[in-house]
């Protein structure tokens, strides 16, 4: 009896939701504006083709004063011979930084040195190492001296004496032992001094013979050969050396110092130690839109602004034109920006002025024949 009172009072409320579904779709209807219609305004507008500018940028605008046919592009300041990223061929702890940003250095000059004591006292090892061979070296090449000669002559003459004595006492006591006056053993006694005395003196005749030649020529060699094993050792350990020291490859200036001291490097990794360029001479690389690549070429005079120096015009001339169509090198932070537009770099030599510096965004401009 309850369940059916209950689907009883369900089913008006189920049928008035639906009627106030239905008014509201009416009374939308009702009010909705009229639909639009496509007009022959419509048409002819959609038709239209724009042709772009010559030489026209989304990113880039023509100066209002100029007369002159212009092609414009973005483009970013560098030195002559582009950033050059210096780096360390193996990894340790930085134990001193040599130079500063902004100073300008020589070629060849110590930018930089890794914890080398290790190493340092390999390198010592292998000098003391070449000192020593060179003193044997030069001993072997000039022989004993004359005192030493002499003194082996004397030794030599000596033993020749004794050994003179022993051979006598032999014959005497052969004699005696054949008449009967001295015992067999007295004889053997007296042969085996004599002998010894004569192993002596051939050993002391050899010995004076080499004194008075001089070293022989295998001495020499072999000492000649261990200098140059030490020289080897001595290169290879200074090399080892050398390899903690980090050089400048080029004539130019500090522009950015990534590592300071007591920090590790590991070569492997994707940041450089020290960042250095040739500012003497600055140039732009532009990125020359593809529909204007037959209208610029090497010689041509140019100019860039940039938002630092909004009336100023910073000239040069047209240095290089690159082979090949590559991307974009510089990006806005437009978001409508076209990333995908080929461009041909043109590089632009600057002339000499103050206030610019590697990494600035400009705007560069090539005059161009009408």
Request: net charge positive; no cysteine; proline share 4%.
């Amino acid at each position: 009896m309850t369940r059916a009172l209950s689907r009883i009072r369900i089913k008006p409320l189920v049928g008035g939701a639906v009627l106030l579904l239905l008014a509201g779709v009416v009374i939308k209807r009702a009010f909705a504006p009229p639909p639009s219609r496509i007009t022959e305004a419509d048409v002819t507008r959609a038709q239209r083709t724009v042709t772009p500018k010559a030489g026209a940028d989304e990113k880039t605008s023509f100066p209002a004063d100029s007369s002159e046919q212009l092609v414009a592009g973005n483009g970013i300041i560098e030195p002559a011979d582009r950033e050059t990223r210096v780096s360390s061929h193996i990894p340790g702890r930085i134990a001193h930084v040599r130079v500063s940003e902004g100073d300008f250095v020589e070629a060849e000059s110590d930018l930089l040195e890794l914890d080398n004591a290790v190493e340092k006292a390999g390198l010592d090892a292998a000098e003391a190492d070449v000192a020593a061979a060179r003193a044997e070296l030069a001993r072997t090449a000039r022989g004993l001296r004359r005192e030493d000669v002499d003194a082996i002559v004397a030794d030599t003459e000596s033993i020749k004496a004794r050994a003179a004595q022993s051979k006598t006492s032999l014959q005497r006591i052969e004699q005696l032992a054949r008449a009967g006056a001295a015992t067999a053993d007295e004889l053997d006694r007296a042969k085996n001094q004599a002998a010894v005395d004569e192993r002596a003196l051939a050993a002391a005749e050899a010995r004076r013979q080499a004194a008075v030649v001089g070293s022989r020529s295998e001495d020499i060699m072999a000492a000649q050969a261990k200098m140059q094993s030490a020289l080897a050792r001595r290169d290879q350990a200074k090399a080892t050396y050398e390899r903690t020291r980090v050089r400048a490859p080029l004539t130019g200036r500090i522009l950015q110092i990534k590592f300071r001291a007591g920090e590790y490097f590991n070569p492997n990794g994707q940041e450089p130690l020290i960042v250095m360029g040739d500012t003497r001479t600055l140039r732009v690389r532009m990125d020359l839109d593809e529909r204007d690549v037959a209208r610029v070429r090497q010689g041509q005079s140019a100019f860039v602004q940039l938002t630092a120096y909004p009336n100023r015009r910073f000239t040069g001339r047209v240095a290089d034109v690159a082979r090949r169509m590559g991307r974009k090198n510089i990006r806005t932070d437009d978001p409508t920006e076209r990333i995908d537009t080929k461009i041909l770099e043109v590089l632009i030599d600057l002339d000499p002025a103050e206030g610019l510096v590697p990494g600035l965004r400009v705007t560069s401009y090539v005059t161009v024949s009408r």
